[in-house]
């Protein structure tokens, strides 16, 4: 930074920020770029309109569903205090969590919908294996898993995310005939206020704050901004980092040396051993 830098502390820099000029107006027709029936697809998959799971072919979940059964005993073991104990614990929360999934498209695919997410290359903790030597192999012959099994490995772990879905409600669009993406907008959501608005927000691109001789700290959290003074050397700000007035942000100065050399550090890091700290600290565990 020039030594003489002044842009406010804890201010985004400008230049990281897109102008407002580019901002489009939203289209009035749809709320995320679905067409009405790609929309209406969305809000069964999460549970906003009324679904029945029967509606795709799928057996309603109950609360000794075998899947269901084991998550609510997770559930209520890990917090009996919240659930409660023993068996009508286990029923309640068991009953809870079956209402909740028989809300959701998400959790009753049908067979077509599955072989949709087998043709774009997803599902493949199904499709394949994974090793540390060789990454992920395709098993041969290929394999296609079933609905049944899909909606129970959706019940557990991460299940299904935006990607699936996409891929699931633009195959049902493709197999009922519809359209997936908004004529108003096609897709994006927006419509530009003047032509050719769009094309120059994608050719706009980010600059940084100017360069010079000085050091100063910037988080990157946001899009980024300076949250120290402009110092003449790295000896300087390392000082300053290691300035116990700074309270609670006040590193050794060996650990602000490393992270300056370093150039960068993330938030924060946990480990069994140390617990929770700074980016900056854990940077100073590390051997040179």
Not at 81 to 91: K, L, N, R
Not at 215 to 223: F, G, H, K, N, R
Not at 253 to 262: H, L, M, N
Not at 269 to 276: D, L, M, N
Request: net charge negative.
């Amino acid at each position: 930074m020039p030594l003489d830098f002044d842009w406010p502390l804890s201010k985004t820099w400008d230049g990281f920020l897109m102008p407002d000029r580019y901002d489009e107006d939203k289209c009035p027709d749809c709320k995320n770029g679905y067409s009405p029936q790609a929309q209406n697809l969305l809000d069964l998959w999460y549970g906003r309109l009324p679904f029945n799971p029967q509606s795709t072919g799928s057996t309603p979940l109950r609360h000794d569903t075998p899947a269901v059964r084991a998550f609510a005993e997770r559930n209520v073991s890990r917090a009996p205090e919240f659930y409660g104990t023993g068996e009508a614990a286990i029923v309640r929360e068991g009953q809870r969590l079956a209402d909740l999934w028989n809300r959701s498209w998400s959790h009753h695919l049908t067979q077509d919908d599955v072989n949709a997410l087998v043709d774009a290359g997803r599902l493949m903790d199904f499709t394949h294996t994974w090793s540390r030597e060789g990454g992920w192999q395709a098993i041969d012959p290929p394999v296609v898993p079933t609905a049944e099994q899909v909606n129970e490995w959706s019940l557990g772990g991460f299940g299904h995310d935006g990607i699936n879905t996409g891929v699931v409600i633009r195959a049902r669009c493709e197999r009922e005939g519809f359209n997936e993406v908004c004529p108003t907008c096609q897709g994006h959501s927006t419509l530009e206020k003047y032509p050719g608005q769009r094309a120059e927000a994608e050719a706009w691109e980010a600059t940084g704050p100017p360069e010079g001789e000085g050091w100063q700290l910037w988080e990157t959290v946001t899009e980024g901004s300076p949250i120290s003074p402009v110092f003449a050397s790295a000896d300087a700000l390392a000082d300053w980092m290691s300035d116990p007035e700074r309270g609670d942000q006040w590193v050794p100065a060996e650990t602000a040396r490393k992270f300056i050399d370093e150039g960068w550090a993330p938030t924060g890091i946990g480990s069994p051993a140390r617990g929770y700290v700074s980016g900056v600290e854990a940077v100073g565990w590390r051997e040179s």
